[in-house]
């Protein structure tokens, strides 16, 4: 850091399981990934070329390249995945995967019905080879999943051996794990916390009012994704304390709001 502060609460050390940030790359220029690597690769642990980008992005190998030697995980949307497996290609999207040399794969069903015993069919044979990020939740605005079922789902899919599971929400934040306007949907999450752990879940948060709940929620170290590459830093001062959303979160209780002496 450039100064010393107190009462700045402690992150997790890279390589991290936990308070994971996840940016999602929707199509940036090589140029443009250097820039961001330059300023935030210490507080980023995840790379999603978002959607499905990656069969557009130019220089693709290169740009994956430089992401991985500043210690970057990358991997290629869910809904790439989901594009290859409707057209019976799942072989060919692993050598996708060892093509351009990646360790991390998502899978997910959010825009086609998939039964989940073969999502997971998926999941584990994937698990063999590559760090695997599942997906929970539809795509589609309106689409109501119950309770017990995410938790289900996203029980099974753990014990499939996904590392992480993903509480969708989708770039614009307003479907899934939030309500039409954005707003979190905190019954949902609530039940969803009671049966598995938050560690093991990256909540897609694009929107700051999403960010600010989560880490008021679950602390500093909540793992959290679809992360703008303009709002990594901006979102870790929410993370520590240093933007007023956040600003009395991790301040010890006697620090009074109102200072009355100089």
């Not at 935030?40 to 790379?47: F, G, M, P, V, W």
């Not at 999943?145 to 099974?156: E, G, L």
Request: aromatic letters at 10%.
């Amino acid at each position: 850091m450039n100064f010393n502060l107190p009462h700045i609460p402690d992150r997790a050390a890279k390589p991290r399981q936990n308070g994971i940030t996840m940016m999602m790359d929707k199509g940036l220029s090589l140029n443009e990934v250097e820039s961001f690597i330059e300023a935030n690769a210490e507080y980023t642990d995840l790379i999603k070329l978002g959607f499905g980008t990656s069969y557009l992005t130019k220089n693709l190998e290169e740009k994956i390249k430089l992401y991985q030697q500043a210690g970057l995980k990358v991997y290629l949307g869910g809904t790439l995945f989901e594009a290859f497996i409707i057209r019976g290609m799942f072989d060919d999207y692993r050598k996708v995967l060892d093509k351009y040399k990646l360790t991390m794969a998502e899978v997910s069903d959010g825009s086609l019905t998939m039964n989940h015993d073969v999502k997971c069919k998926y999941i584990n044979t994937l698990a063999k080879d590559y760090t695997v990020l599942s997906e929970v939740g539809s795509k589609e605005e309106g689409i109501i999943i119950h309770p017990s079922k995410w938790t289900s789902m996203m029980k099974k899919e753990l014990e499939a051996g996904s590392w992480k599971v993903i509480a969708e929400a989708r770039e614009s934040g307003n479907v899934g794990i939030y309500h039409r306007d954005g707003k979190t949907h905190t019954m949902l999450i609530d039940k969803i916390i009671a049966k598995i752990k938050p560690e093991d879940i990256m909540w897609e948060a694009p929107i700051k009012s999403q960010q600010v709940w989560f880490i008021k929620s679950f602390g500093a170290n909540v793992n959290l994704g679809n992360i703008a590459p303009n709002d990594v830093i901006p979102l870790e001062t929410l993370r520590i304390g240093l933007r007023g959303d956040t600003f009395f979160s991790f301040l010890p209780k006697e620090m009074n709001k109102t200072i009355e002496n100089y």
